[in-house]
């Protein structure tokens, strides 16, 4: 139990244009899912917290224009990359969090999405 | 802010040996987590801790939460080659609070 979903694995794209990440709850409903970045060699960070049915809330220094969440159902996150440039590039990584059980908590992860902007 | 420091940095061990990690925080939480990271992948929850003075094991690992609920430690017993990867601990507030990650430690283990 407690999967959690991250697609695409990796992606290139181009400077300007717009990625988007989706991150899915396989077995268990999510009612906040976190997004994180990684740099190499380096730690998590945490960009922002959705909660399904609400704004996110993002982390200080974290642009909210430049990185939209969307939370629209208890099963799935998107995190939309906009105007993507080199510096965006980057390991990202979304986590769920649900209710009951071992599922609590935000302490599943998705697999990461390798996001390269050339 | 919260300050949470992870010891060692990194590690280079042979095949059999025993590892220990830990982590300190400037201020007391509710939850300790330790999550192993492999290279390209997420992290992967190793241990989860509620209690001050809670002890637990998952297999060759064994985790302590401080009575103080400022501190953990993370001990390998008879460590493998696939035990080489990233060892983070991660602190929260509890219920679905965000975690806060340490810098990791980068375990490696020679053959």
């Known amino acids: 139990g407690a999967v959690v979903s991250q697609h695409p694995s990796r992606v290139i794209c181009k400077s300007g244009t717009s990625v988007k990440i989706e991150c899915r709850s396989l077995?268990?409903?999510?009612?906040?899912m976190f997004w994180y970045r990684q740099f190499p060699k380096q730690s998590l960070m945490l960009m922002a917290t959705?909660?399904?049915?609400?704004?996110?809330?993002?982390e200080q220094g974290v642009e909210k224009d430049k990185f939209l969440i969307n939370h629209a159902s208890l099963t799935l996150s998107t995190l939309t990359v906009t105007s993507a440039h080199p510096e965006d590039s980057s390991f990202y990584i979304c986590?769920?969090?649900?209710?009951?059980?071992?599922?609590?908590?935000?302490?599943?992860f998705g697999s990461g999405t390798r996001l390269t902007v050339v | 802010g919260q300050q949470l420091n992870q010891s060692p940095q990194s590690m280079f061990i042979q095949e059999g040996e025993d590892v220990s990690m830990n982590c300190t925080s400037s201020?007391?939480?509710?939850?300790w987590l330790w999550y192993k990271q492999d290279p390209g992948e997420g992290p992967v929850l190793l241990i989860a801790?509620?209690?001050?003075?809670e002890l637990t094991s998952n297999g060759r690992l064994t985790a302590q939460f401080g009575i103080t609920r400022k501190d953990s430690f993370l001990n390998i017993s008879a460590s493998i080659p696939s035990d080489v990867g990233i060892y983070f601990c991660?602190?929260?507030?509890?219920?679905?609070?965000?975690?806060?990650f340490g810098k990791g430690t980068k375990l490696t283990v020679n053959p």
């Open positions: 986590s769920a969090a649900g209710t009951g059980g071992p599922f609590n908590y935000g302490y599943t």
């Open positions: 077995d268990f409903q999510a009612t906040t």
């Open positions: 959705s909660n399904e049915g609400s704004k996110a809330t993002y």
């Open positions: 201020s007391i939480f509710n939850t």
């Open positions: 801790l509620y209690k001050a003075g």
């Open positions: 991660a602190f929260s507030q509890g219920g679905s609070e965000k975690l806060v």
